[in-house]
């Protein structure tokens, strides 16, 4: 990883982040980067921790798990970000910091019961299903609010926000729409208490409209690390 590109590559994504805040009437200190690591391996994470990152996104358990051992010695801390399966629960409760896909029962009871045995408590978001696309995972935005409620029952998750993946297509209304009405859920399930003050939800091609339909994260690999082969 050549650090001196990479370092343009942050600098160049802040400054589109900070654009993207004030023209939608925003202060950017409001808006945090998520770097997306997947599929590059532990020097890039090491030349990304020396411009000051901390935390990285990672769609798969078992690439978690080799950077984490490969990079023992610093601290990282690990976002999972794509679809998670329950028998990955007991590698996510010793090595994540957050997961922003917890989008079913079955796995918050899993993580739970991990994260009890440990004696940790995990940050998470709930991933909301607002594109078209059969392939996206994420909750139905109508079971929503029954599903936050059921999470009150487990203490070692602490419910921060909401998560989402916009529809893939060069429609800007139609992404917004997917972005908006993720703010809109979190909106209405504030009146029944929830506070979710955190939104993620943008990635390198779509995280302006985000950031103007309310992101508070965006969730950026391409942009920062470069292509993916």
């Known amino acids: 990883m050549d650090a001196a590109h990479l370092a343009e590559n942050w600098a160049a994504v802040r400054r589109r982040v900070d654009e993207a805040c004030l023209a939608a009437g925003r202060d950017p200190a409001d808006v945090a980067v998520l770097p997306v690591s997947k599929t590059f391996g532990p020097d890039a994470v090491r030349a990304a921790m020396a411009l000051g990152l901390r935390r990285f996104g990672e769609n798969k358990v ?23 399966q329950t028998n990955k629960a007991k590698d996510v409760a010793r090595l994540a910091s957050e997961v922003q896909s917890l989008d079913r029962l079955d796995l918050a009871d899993a993580l739970h019961s991990r994260l009890q045995a440990l004696g940790r408590s995990l940050d998470v978001l709930v991933q909301v299903k607002t594109a078209r696309e059969e392939t996206k995972s994420g909750l139905s935005p109508e079971d929503l609010p029954a599903f936050l409620e059921r999470l009150r029952a487990y ?75």
């Open 62 to 84: 078992q690439e978690i798990r080799d950077k984490a051992a490969a990079l023992s010695d610093v601290s990282v801390e690990w976002v999972v970000i794509g679809h998670l």
């Open 155 to 229: 203490p070692t998750l602490r419910v921060r926000g909401l998560m989402t993946l916009a529809t893939l297509s060069e429609d800007e209304g139609e992404v917004r729409a997917c972005f908006r009405q993720l703010r809109e859920l979190r909106d209405q399930c504030a009146t029944d208490g929830h506070g979710l003050p955190r939104l993620s939800m943008g990635m390198s091609a779509d995280f302006p409209l985000a950031i103007a339909e309310g992101a508070t994260e965006v969730r950026i690999g391409t942009a920062i690390f470069g292509r993916r082969f």
